[in-house]
């Protein structure tokens, strides 16, 4: 699945306006994908955001997102 830091590496690579345009509505389609082994790969990965974002970005964006992810049956 994803490397380590395949997410927030990316992210480095590209302005914060961008992340948030472009990168976060793919990670929440993500933490609403079918497949069990996606949502778990990206909850381990997701928190590499958050020093991108910062901390009142991360709490409207990633929250939300973090808390969907706990709820999970697997």
Known sequence: MFGSHCIQG??????????LAKLCPCVRDLAHDTSQHVRASL???????????GKDL???HLLPLFLHLLKDDF
Do not use: M
Request: aromatic residues 4%.
């Open 10 to 19: 990316f992210a480095k690579l590209i302005d914060r306006d961008t992340v």
């Open 43 to 53: 909850a381990n990965h997701i928190s590499g955001l958050a020093p991108l974002l």
């Open 58 to 60: 991360t709490v409207e």
